[in-house]
């Protein structure tokens, strides 16, 4: 029977613009991340934040699907690794969550490339909304003992979370 | 204002926190990583728009030909 474990909560209290989950235990089979980022930025733009297996992103390949207001849902294949999650924040969105879930299997093996698989969904008003799937693959073999989440174009403001969970299949 | 770059640290064995602001070399790397994803952004708006405008033609088009909107959307 599978096995859900709480490995680290962290609740911000103030602004950050980096968290870093360090010196993650190999003992489990899969890991699970859920992420709620919260933004007072409060202009119209794509708000992104990087994730980095073991702080790096070199070599990533990602794909998207992903939709908001202005856009019918489009399709984003991206070699380039600069923006793995982002959500909506339109123009009359000053305070809202971003909610991203990020399943990563088998991260501990030390011979394969890893592959990470994100729902995004935006938890805003009925006018402001972006919703997103993305698959995200690493070129490394090493195992992923760290996790890095980075604003790109905005900080993590106080009230975002983070919860990293370990899955065991046994 | 400009808010203050800090990096929050939490190892997962000793449960430790730490809150510390960002290197010199960090910084940098932040600063390539806004500049490449606000051009990204900025050409998939554009490739949008484009799309958008498009669309608004193509339908006129089919309208001034005599299909209904209904019919407009069944080829959607």
Same mark, same amino acid.
């Given at each position: ?19 870093? /989950? ?14 709620? &980022?919260?933004? &007072?930025? %409060? ?22 699907? /992903? ?7 489009? /399709?984003?294949?991206? %070699? ?78 106080? %009230? ?11 | ?76």
């Amino acid at each position: 029977m599978a096995t859900f474990k709480l490995i680290q909560a962290y609740n911000l209290t103030g602004s950050a613009n980096t968290i870093v /989950f360090d010196t993650i235990p190999q003992t489990y089979t899969d890991l699970c991340l859920y992420v709620t &980022t919260y933004s &007072t930025r %409060g202009v119209a733009s794509v708000e992104s934040w990087q994730i980095r297996p073991n702080n790096s992103i070199s070599g990533t390949e990602q794909t998207r699907i /992903f939709s908001y207001p202005l856009s019918s849902p489009a /399709f984003n294949s991206d %070699g380039g690794p600069n923006e793995l999650y982002s959500s909506w924040s339109g123009a009359n969105a000053s305070n809202f969550y971003n909610n991203v879930w990020i399943y990563i299997p088998n991260y501990t093996s030390t011979s394969v490339t890893k592959c990470l698989m994100v729902d995004n969904g935006t938890d805003n008003n009925s006018s402001e909304w972006m919703v997103s799937h993305s698959s995200m693959r690493t070129n490394s073999t090493s195992a992923i003992t760290s996790l890095t989440l980075s604003g790109v174009s905005y900080n993590f403001q106080a %009230g975002s979370s983070a919860y990293l969970y370990g899955i065991s299949n046994a | 204002m400009v808010e203050t770059m800090t990096v929050v640290e939490i190892n997962c064995e000793t449960n430790q926190v730490t809150e510390r602001p960002y290197t010199s070399q960090e910084l940098a790397q932040y600063e390539i990583d806004k500049q490449a994803l606000e051009e990204r952004e900025s050409i998939e708006r554009q490739e949008l728009a484009a799309k958008a405008a498009a669309k608004a033609s193509a339908e006129a088009k089919l309208a001034a030909l005599g299909l209904t909107p209904e019919e407009i959307a069944a080829l959607r």
